[in-house]
C-alpha cells in the first residue's frame, strides 16, 4: 500500500484501501445502472456516462508509491473536478425547464464564474501531493464544498418544488407511486 503522508498506520492503510473501494464500487455499480437505461442518441446520458467515467479512477491513488503516489492522486483529481463541473451541467439541464430564462441563466453563468477555483484547486492539490512547498491546499480545499455543491442543493429543492406544483404530487405520495425515486431521495 502507498505511503500516503495522512496516512501513518497499517489500519489507516487499510481504512483508506476500503474507502476508495467503496467509491470505485458505488460509480461502478451507477455506471451499470446507466448502461442498462443507455440510449445512444441522447445527450443527457452521454454526460451522465462520461461524468461517472471521469471520476472512476480516483479510487485507485492509494495502491501507489511515490512518487507516483501524488501524479495519480493530483492527475485523477483533475478529471473528479470535472466530474463535478458535468454533474452541475447535468442538473441544469434537468432543472432548466422548470426555471424562467434569466434564472438558467444565472444558474449556468455562476457555473462558469466558479471555474477558475478548479483550476486554482488543480495546481493546489498538484502542488501539495507532490510535496513542492506550497501550502495553498489547506486552505483551498476548506472551500471545495462552496464552489461544488450550491448547484446540486438548489437543483433537488427546485425539483422538489416543482413537483409539489406542476405534478400534483407530493413527497411520499411520489413516493408511494415510485420508490425507487424514495430511494434516491435517501
Known sequence: MAPNPDVTTRAQQVLEAWSQGFNVGAVIILLLLVLCN???N???HKLILGELLL???HGFFCFFDEPEYGWVLSSTATLLYISYFIHNLIAWLKIRPFLPKWGARI???SLLIVQPYWVLETWANFQYHNHLG??????SRLLEPLFRDPWWVFT???LVLAINENYEFTIPGLIRTSPRFGIMLF
Open 134 to 139: 506550497s501550502k495553498i491546499f489547506n486552505t
Open 156 to 158: 433537488t429543492i427546485k
Open 107 to 109: 444558474f449556468i453563468i
Open 55 to 57: 471520476a472512476l479512477g
Open 38 to 40: 443507455y440510449r445512444k
Open 42 to 44: 441522447t445527450l443527457l
